[in-house]
Nanobody, 121 residues
Framework: QVQLVESGGGLVQAGGSLRLSCVAS????????MAWYRQVPGKQRDLLAS???????NYVDSVKGRFTISRDNAKNTVYLQMNSLKPEDTAVYSC???????????????WGQGTQVTVSS
């Protein structure tokens, strides 16, 4: 019923930038919070940044000043602008969203499939 699809990952040199996008589609009535996570093999998935529908944002310390989360409510899209990338930023990046589903008006969190970001030194 609801799908989240990320894009924008790839290979970049240290110090470079990437912009990730995550588009939500399907039977969507509304979306509250949206967030970006990342995961490296063998480790837990970590929250990086989140944004409310009104645009309030929160970041973990490791990405403050380098990453910026934003959203376009009209497009059901959340972005992650990543600057000054470091090799330790290499991970699979995923988005999630707190969606109220139109059919039935129930709420649940949905996840995207993830996009690989590789930062070379």
């Amino acid at each position: 019923q609801v799908q989240l699809v990320e894009s924008g990952g790839g290979l970049v040199q240290a110090g470079g930038s990437l912009r990730l996008s995550c588009v939500a589609s399907g039977s969507i009535f509304s979306i509250r919070d949206m967030a970006w996570y990342r995961q490296v093999p063998g480790k837990q998935r970590d929250l990086l940044a989140s944004t409310t529908r009104d645009g309030n944002t929160n970041y973990v310390d490791s990405v403050k000043g380098r990453f910026t989360i934003s959203r376009d409510n009209a497009k059901n899209t959340v972005y992650l602008q990543m600057n000054s990338l470091k090799p330790e930023d290499t991970a699979v990046y995923s988005c999630n969203a707190d969606v109220t589903v139109r059919d039935g008006l129930y709420r649940r969190w949905y996840w995207g499939q993830g996009t690989q970001v590789t930062v070379s030194s």
